[in-house]
C-alpha cells in the first residue's frame, strides 16, 4: 500500500518535512477550538475501530489500517461496545431464542 513512499526523497527518516506529529496535534486542536468541538484527535482513531468492528469489517483489514501487527491492541483498546450495535445484538439473540422456544 505505501510502496510508493519507498521512492519518494527523503530527509533523515521523514518523507514530508515541516510537518511533525506535534505540528498536526496543535493545527488538529486550534481547529477544533475554532470550530467549538470537543474530543481529542486520538478520539477519531477510536471511533474509526469502533466503527469498523461494528460493521464486521474483518481484523485481519482493520489491522492493517489501524497500524497493527497483532489483533490484541485492536480487540483491547480500540474496539468498544456501541449502544446500537449492542441492542442489535441483544435482538438478535432474542428473537433466535423465541423462535426456538416458541411452541407454535
Known sequence: MFDHLETLPR???????GITPSAIS???RALRDKLGLR???HD???YTASIM???NVPDK?????MGHSTPHMLRTVYQQLMDD???EVNAT??????DLFDPR
Not at 11 to 17: F, M, N, P, Q, S
Not at 93 to 98: A, G
Open 11 to 17: 530527509i533523515g527518516k521523514r518523507v514530508i518535512t
Open 85 to 87: 450495535k449492542q441492542e
Open 53 to 55: 468492528h461494528a460493521h
Open 26 to 28: 496543535s493545527r488538529f
Open 39 to 41: 474530543f481529542r484527535l
Open 93 to 98: 439473540i432474542s428473537n433466535r431464542l423465541t
Open 44 to 46: 477519531l482513531r477510536l
Open 61 to 65: 483489514y482493520a489491522m492493517q489500517r
